[in-house]
């Protein structure tokens, strides 16, 4: 059952039982404004969620979650969850909270994976070799790139908590770029890539500009999460600078080091800020 049927039929399940909004959703464990979004018709609700509400209302799922279970309909919420598109502000704060662990403790992993990809990057630029099999190799970049998904994701979920528009869809484009770079990285090791150093220079300018834009997002958190940003937005702003005269990228990437530590930092902080809001 699609919306807005599905909020008119959990109105009527919630008046047969004679409940208020605020009893439903103590059962529930979301928000009234969203129940209100919900019976309204204005979103459409997670299978979770809607199991949730059905449960605490002792109505069979089955009876309507026939258009639920088509396999399109399962694809576009997993892609909208995974993403994190059409985020509810009202969302539970576990949830929240949940998400952002998630995303330090991947950039733990991808700040930790780094020291393995750049030798072996280094070594392949400059002496034309792999310090490791190919399939270590690939191993590794697959590593770097879902934990960087992940860490950067929880940007994504940082600009939507502080309305910071530009931190969310720079996030989006940093992932976008580092999934086409490390696509490239693995396809080009199974044939002899002239464009190599062609190709490394424009990911230097691409990544120099978008990592200075990214410092100024990460500026504009300041009021919400400390001098922190201010730190991570500095050091990404001056690692952007040396990216974009591509010789001296290498400085940036050094300067990245710091910055992502601070970044890791800021995911944690901003899990104290949601939890400090409950009490």
Do not use: H
């Not at 220079?201 to 300041?222: C, K, Y």
């Amino acid at each position: 059952m699609k919306q807005p049927e599905l909020g008119k039929r959990i109105v009527e399940l919630r008046k047969e039982k004679g409940l208020t909004q605020e009893e439903l959703v103590d059962r529930c464990n979301i928000s009234v404004r969203t129940l209100q979004r919900i019976e309204t018709g204005e979103v459409t609700p997670r299978v979770y969620t809607i199991k949730t509400i059905l449960a605490a209302l002792d109505y069979d799922l089955s009876k309507i979650s026939d258009n639920e279970n088509s396999f399109f309909e399962r694809v576009t919420l997993f892609l909208k969850n995974i993403f994190l598109i059409e985020i509810d502000q009202e969302k539970p704060s576990g949830y929240l909270i949940r998400q952002l662990n998630i995303a330090w403790i991947f950039g733990i992993i991808y700040f930790l994976s780094g020291f393995a990809e750049a030798p072996a990057e280094y070594y392949r630029y400059e002496e034309g070799r792999m310090i490791f099999s190919i399939a270590l190799y690939i191993i590794i970049k697959i590593v770097v790139l879902v934990s960087f998904f992940f860490f950067q994701r929880g940007f994504v979920l940082v600009g939507f908590l502080f309305r910071n528009y530009l931190m969310k869809i720079i996030s989006y484009i940093l992932i976008f770029c580092m999934l086409l770079t490390i696509a490239y990285d693995i396809a080009s090791v199974f044939y002899d890539a002239d464009e190599r150093k062609f190709i490394l220079g424009a990911e230097a300018l691409t990544f120099g500009t978008i990592l200075i834009i990214f410092g100024f997002s990460l500026l504009r958190l300041r009021r919400s999460v400390g001098m922190v940003s201010t730190f991570a937005g500095i050091f990404e702003i001056v690692a952007g600078c040396f990216f974009l005269t591509v010789i001296l990228f290498f400085i940036g990437d050094i300067l990245l080091i710091p910055a992502e530590l601070f970044e890791i930092v800021i995911l944690y902080k901003s899990t104290e800020l949601i939890r400090s809001k409950q009490q």
